[in-house]
């Protein structure tokens, strides 16, 4: 097996990234893919929480790199989607516990057992960021229609196609299409437009993903949540099975002021 690393990232913190990770490894694995998650946001994990796991962590990541323990004694294994594997961070830790040549080699290993390993990104562009990025070869990046985030999410991929990575997709999170047919938040093709990436999906903003991470239970997991269809999309997508998944909502006033912060 050949698996693909795919980093969830996006320059600003606050915009999705672990939300996305949990609930994008839990549909691809529902889709039958084995999925090994990784939370290269050392020092501040919790990816651990969004999945409900936090109590099973005996091991972490950086135990894993300084060869502590072994790579299986640190991987939770879901229990409620058996194809779903976890590599928690470690707590008390700096972004530099964990070299690029140790999560190379890590990764390295994961991708002969795993079809994806997802690695969740700290916020920054510091050496969390760099090591997190040195072991992918696909980008996920997180923007959300705003401002601050949108200029993120552009330093992030030049810095991505510096690394020389091509296989890089923009996440629309938190849109609100009554906002953006108003003209109030900045549309999807906007974005596209002024990042020159795809986007290859759109999460709307929805209050049940915050009752969810209090909870630890994903909304990927709950057929009645409103967004499990759309990590079911995002997953068909990723796994190649279809191209595009985009909600079609229309372009926004937005475009002027922000090709003049690019400019
Ligand atoms: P990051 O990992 O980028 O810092 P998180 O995934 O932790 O971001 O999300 C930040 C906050 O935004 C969390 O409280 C999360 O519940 C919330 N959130 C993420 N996506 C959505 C969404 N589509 N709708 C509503 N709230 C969201
Ligand atoms: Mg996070």
């Known amino acids: 097996m050949n698996g693909k690393t795919l980093v969830v990232t996006s320059g600003k913190g606050g915009v999705g990234k672990t939300t996305v990770t949990a609930n994008l490894g839990l549909a691809l694995a529902r889709l039958g893919s084995r999925v090994c998650l990784i939370d290269m946001d050392l020092g501040l994990r919790n990816l651990d929480l969004v999945l409900g796991v936090e109590q099973r962590i ?23 989607e058996s194809r779903l594997y976890f590599l928690p961070a470690a707590q008390s830790v700096g972004q530099n516990a964990v070299s690029s040549a140790d999560l190379v080699r890590l990764v390295a290993g994961l991708r002969e057992s795993f079809d994806f390993v997802l690695i969740d990104c700290p916020a920054g562009i510091e050496a969390g960021f760099a090591t997190a990025i040195a072991a992918a070869d696909a980008a996920l990046v997180i923007v959300m229609p705003e401002v601050a985030s949108v200029r993120d999410a552009d330093r992030v991929l030049g810095l991505l196609e510096r690394r020389g990575l091509r296989d890089v997709q923009l996440l629309v999170n938190r849109m609100r299409p009554e906002m953006a047919e108003r003209n109030d938040m900045i549309g999807v093709t906007d974005l596209e437009e002024l990042l020159g ?26 057929p009645h949540a409103r967004l499990r269809r759309h990590f079911d999309q995002l997953a068909i997508a990723v796994a190649g099975q279809q191209l595009h998944v985009l909600d079609g909502i229309p372009p ?6 922000l090709k003049a912060l690019f400019a």
């Open 197 to 222: 990436v795809p986007a290859i999906a759109v999460l709307p903003d929805d209050p049940e993903i915050v009752v969810s991470t209090n909870r630890g239970e994903p909304v990927a997991l709950n």
């Open 252 to 257: 926004s006033g937005f475009l002027q002021r």
């Open 58 to 80: 005996v091991y972490d990541l950086v135990d894993v790199a300084r060869g502590e323990c072994r790579l299986q004694q640190a991987l939770i294994h879901d229990r409620r």
